[in-house]
């Protein structure tokens, strides 16, 4: 059996209508030397059965069939655990891809072996495939190379769908962590800034689809993910002043948890996510801006 150019990892769990359009848009490539690795997380019968029947379809296609877990994490890497290509390439069960997205950015990397992971621009899609909003949404930047510092700061935005990076390097950074239930997608990317600079391409090249479905809706869970995500960089972080950089942003992290926490009528939970923030943050005078918008007595 040959060698696949590129190991396609999509998790799902339901969501037919739109794995539909996500799995058409794999078939749709322009670039044909992959195979796509379905990570199905206890969906119900109907999506079973269309995954049953797109394995039987298509030879390039496998479905790994996984009990039903939540975590998103750990379906793609029991997906990776699977994976043979050059490349891995990650697609969640409602995005899209263009049909010239594995080549390009395959091209690229093969081009600039020093750069062993590539991420693209995006577009945001509605639920019915239409542009979304883009309001008070951050701009993308183009930002290569040495990209940990930009992925701590927010400034180097990598939409998961738009990753394409070498499977040994993904292995050696360990893939996805199972217990970073929130961000666990940018605590990969910096894992492997940490081991490798990056390309990037100035297009669109994949779609995310924006609705109330979305994974991350759960604001007090995301802020505590990020939280744990500063404090884990603080403990790779390779020089000082960018382990000071990780607490600053722990801390900044933790006023917006505690903040939270309040709103959720978790009082005596906001009070300790405060004094938590407070060991990493009261020497920092951006720490300090930041408590005014802070209450911690319920409303």
């Given at each position: 059996?040959?060698?696949?150019?590129?190991?396609?990892?999509?998790?799902?769990?339901?969501?037919?209508?739109?794995?539909?359009?996500?799995?058409?848009?794999?078939?749709?490539?322009?670039?044909?030397?992959?195979?796509?690795?379905?990570?199905?997380?206890?969906s119900?019968?109907?999506?079973?059965?269309?995954?049953?029947?797109?394995?039987?379809?298509?030879?390039?296609?496998?479905?790994?069939?996984?009990?039903?877990s939540?975590?998103?994490?750990a379906?793609?890497?029991?997906?990776?655990?699977?994976?043979?290509?050059?490349?891995?390439?990650?697609?969640?069960?409602?995005?899209?891809?263009?049909?010239?997205?594995?080549?390009?950015?395959?091209?690229?990397?093969?081009?600039?072996?020093?750069?062993?992971?590539?991420y693209?621009?995006?577009?945001?899609?509605?639920?019915?495939?239409?542009p979304?909003?883009e309001a008070?949404?951050?701009?993308?930047?183009?930002?290569?190379?040495?990209?940990?510092?930009?992925?701590?700061n927010?400034?180097?935005?990598?939409?998961?769908?738009?990753?394409?990076?070498?499977?040994?390097?993904?292995?050696?950074?360990?893939?996805?962590?199972?217990?970073?239930?929130?961000?666990?997608?940018?605590?990969?990317?910096?894992?492997?800034?940490l081991?490798?600079?990056?390309?990037?391409?100035?297009?669109?090249?994949?779609s995310v689809?924006?609705?109330?479905?979305?994974?991350?809706?759960?604001?007090?869970?995301?802020h505590?993910?990020?939280?744990?995500?500063?404090?884990?960089?603080?403990?790779?972080?390779?020089?000082?002043?960018?382990?000071?950089?990780?607490?600053?942003?722990?801390?900044l992290?933790?006023?917006?948890?505690s903040?939270?926490?309040?709103?959720?009528?978790?009082?005596?939970?906001?009070?300790r996510a405060?004094?938590?923030?407070?060991?990493?943050?009261?020497?920092?005078?951006?720490?300090?801006?930041?408590?005014?918008?802070?209450?911690?007595?319920?409303?």
């Amino acid at each position: 059996m040959s060698v696949p150019r590129v190991s396609v990892i999509l998790p799902t769990y339901n969501r037919l209508a739109h794995l539909r359009e996500s799995v058409a848009s794999v078939l749709a490539q322009t670039c044909r030397d992959w195979e796509l690795i379905i990570a199905d997380d206890g969906s119900d019968e109907i999506t079973r059965e269309f995954l049953a029947a797109l394995a039987e379809a298509h030879a390039q296609v496998q479905v790994l069939w996984l009990p039903h877990s939540g975590n998103p994490a750990a379906s793609r890497n029991a997906a990776l655990r699977l994976a043979r290509g050059r490349y891995v390439a990650f697609l969640d069960s409602d995005d899209l891809w263009a049909p010239d997205k594995l080549e390009k950015q395959a091209a690229q990397l093969e081009a600039s072996p020093a750069r062993r992971w590539s991420y693209t621009r995006v577009r945001r899609i509605d639920e019915r495939g239409a542009p979304a909003s883009e309001a008070g949404v951050r701009p993308w930047k183009r930002i290569e190379g040495a990209l940990f510092e930009a992925l701590l700061n927010l400034e180097a935005l990598v939409a998961t769908p738009s990753v394409v990076a070498e499977r040994t390097l993904v292995e050696a950074a360990g893939g996805f962590d199972e217990q970073q239930r929130f961000a666990e997608d940018y605590d990969l990317w910096l894992r492997l800034a940490l081991r490798s600079e990056a390309a990037a391409l100035d297009a669109p090249l994949a779609s995310v689809r924006v609705h109330g479905d979305n994974y991350s809706q759960d604001r007090v869970g995301a802020h505590a993910g990020w939280v744990r995500l500063y404090s884990k960089m603080a403990g790779l972080a390779a020089t000082p002043r960018l382990r000071d950089l990780c607490r600053r942003h722990q801390a900044l992290s933790g006023l917006a948890l505690s903040a939270g926490l309040r709103h959720a009528g978790r009082p005596a939970d906001a009070a300790r996510a405060f004094a938590a923030s407070a060991r990493h943050g009261w020497s920092h005078a951006s720490w300090w801006q930041r408590i005014a918008g802070v209450k911690l007595r319920p409303a």
